[in-house]
């Protein structure tokens, strides 16, 4: 009952900052490109994964490095919108990083029991949120469309 009470309230910690990041998909606030959310994504699924992995090892060992996260990608002509955002998304994913740190700590057989299915639940939702999170992002990433045409009429 350890390891569900620390995981609930951990993962509680990863929702609640997920869903900030989620509001930095305001475009009337925010300004970014697809190279940035896709590279935001990918470190937070990498991650995930690379936690994950942590309780299929029989040997305990926690993440112990701290994780910090910065976009390596260039920023948009330095637009003060985009500059908030890459500010606000890097210290986000950064508290979600440092929560997951704490949920490896879990994998301490000697202190936590957990089954195969429980930590197969626990990021199998992690994972489901993120990919809730990153479709906030996607209706903004792609181009309006300015030309009507009747290329595709059929009559």
Known sequence: MKFIKLSEQRMTRIYQTANLI???SNTTNYTYSKEEINELFSVYFEQGEKIKDFFSNNT????NEKL????SVSNIGG???????RKLAEQRL???????????RLSNRRNYK????????LFSCYMEKGEEIKR???PHLEPLNDNFSYDNFKI
């Not at 637009?79 to 955002?85: E, I, Y």
């Open 22 to 24: 989620a509001n930095l």
């Open 114 to 121: 957990y089954s195969t299915e429980e930590i197969d639940y």
């Open 136 to 138: 906030f992002f996607e």
């Open 94 to 104: 950064n508290k979600i990083l440092q929560n997951l740190i704490l949920i490896s």
């Open 60 to 63: 305990y060992q926690p993440a």
């Open 68 to 71: 910090n996260f910065k976009f």
């Open 79 to 85: 637009n003060k919108k985009n500059q908030k955002f």
